[in-house]
């Protein structure tokens, strides 16, 4: 005959959950009630299978947070190890003193307590912890400046934030002598205000999505190594927003230009505007005189400005230039050509500009020889002419 059984929940009720001595001597007396009576259900939990997808919050009358700090507790104890936190998965080891952590929970233990309202349901399974210990014994970092480092991380990445990155993030830390709570403060502060600062720009150009660390780092170059205040920043950003691709690397390219000029703050910026404005002016006088239709595109107004301000070219020698190359096949080359030739002669005035164009003219034309094809040229001597009857003596008056 063949026999099954089963194990009802009522019939587990009259069971017995084995419990070590050495968790009753050593563990239990120091331990607050809340989680004694958590691990002793999940204990029995685990060696009563018909309870194990109770819920231990709910049949012990406690929060969730209670549960996660518990399990914490008493694996900071060494009683057990938490796998994987979502979904949770603990594991019962046998009850002695982990060399790792039995020593650390007690050191850190008011740590960990903060770090709990700050972690919400997250738990931190023993590789977790280990890592954390050693940003502390390690890295050089206090347990204030750990603190601020979850709360950073959880800030900006969310709740999820793999634990690799804040060891990253603890390890650049270190590097850069973060090692207090007041040197995180500050860190962060700043920090928050470039990625602030870098999303606003990605908004003015119309991107809607977080910036990168290499926008971020840009966004900073901008605002402490040039000194450039947000405000020129974002004008900037403003009135070439219509750029075909707009980009930090193409907005870079403008702030390096603006920094070499001198420019930090708005009044600058309008100067410096001002100024090409006036250029921008001067190059289209230039080119209508020139008999130029297209517009000067900023490389032509750059050499221009060369041309003023390192050339020491006069505007009145430019314009006179302009209507020198009138009618050429390329005006502006021509003009280039020109301006290099002065400025290796040392002409920079009015007159000798006039001068050297009209001797240059004068040399054009006088090299436009008519040249008749399919003839050949021969020299002949007097000699030759008289022997071929032409002579070229004057006729003897009758």
């Given at each position: 005959m063949t026999i099954t059984y089963?194990?009802?929940?009522?019939?587990?009720?009259?069971?017995?959950?084995?419990?070590?001595?050495?968790?009753?001597?050593?563990?239990?007396?120091d331990a607050p009630p809340e989680y004694i009576a958590v691990y002793l259900y999940a204990l029995m939990q685990c060696q009563h299978r018909s309870f194990e997808n109770d819920d231990i919050a709910a049949a012990l009358s406690c929060s969730e947070e209670t549960v996660i700090?518990?399990?914490?507790?008493?694996?900071g104890k060494g009683l057990l190890t938490i796998l994987r936190s979502s979904p949770l998965h603990v594991e019962f080891g046998r009850t002695t003193v982990s060399p790792v952590f039995s020593q650390s929970e007690g050191k850190y233990a008011e740590l960990l307590k903060s770090l709990r309202p700050v972690l919400g349901t997250r738990i931190l399974s023993a590789s977790d912890l280990k890592k954390v210990y050693d940003w502390i014994e390690i890295?050089?970092?206090?347990?204030d400046a750990v603190y601020a480092l979850f709360v950073h991380c959880l800030d900006?990445?969310?709740?999820?934030v793999p634990i690799r990155y804040l060891d990253e993030v603890a390890k650049t830390w270190s590097d850069n002598n973060i090692l207090?709570?007041?040197d995180a403060r500050e860190y962060i502060t700043s920090t928050t205000e470039h990625h602030g600062g870098a999303r606003a720009v990605l908004k003015l150009l119309g991107m809607k999505r977080n910036p990168t660390e290499a926008e971020v780092a840009l966004y900073k170059k901008w605002r402490i190594q040039y000194g450039l205040t947000p405000e020129v920043i974002y004008e900037v950003c403003a009135t070439n927003v219509s750029a075909g691709n707009p980009s930090f690397a193409y907005l870079s390219a403008i702030m390096d230009s603006m920094h070499e000029k001198g420019v930090a703050n708005t009044d600058e910026l309008a100067q410096i505007r001002k100024q090409q404005d006036m250029l921008t002016d001067l190059c289209r006088r230039l080119f209508m005189k020139a008999g130029m239709t297209s517009r000067p595109n900023a490389q032509q107004c750059e050499r221009v400005s060369l041309w003023l301000s390192d050339y020491h070219m006069t505007e009145e020698m430019l314009f006179?230039?302009?209507e020198a190359a009138s009618g050429k096949s390329q005006p502006f080359s021509f003009m280039c050509k020109t301006v290099a030739r002065w400025n290796e002669s040392d002409i920079h005035n009015l007159q000798d500009a006039k001068a050297d164009l009209a001797s240059a003219h004068t040399?054009?034309?006088?090299?436009?020889?008519?040249?008749?094809?399919?003839?050949?040229?021969h020299n002949y001597t007097e000699s030759d002419l008289s022997h071929i009857g032409i002579t070229f003596d004057d006729d003897d008056d009758e």
């Open positions: 089963s194990t009802e929940k009522n019939a587990a009720l009259l069971g017995f959950t084995a419990v070590s001595n050495a968790f009753i001597i050593e563990f239990a007396k700090s518990a399990f914490e507790y008493w694996q890295f050089g970092l206090t347990e900006i990445k969310g709740a999820r207090t709570a007041d006179a230039l302009a040399s054009s034309v006088s090299s436009k020889t008519p040249i008749h094809k399919g003839f050949m040229r």
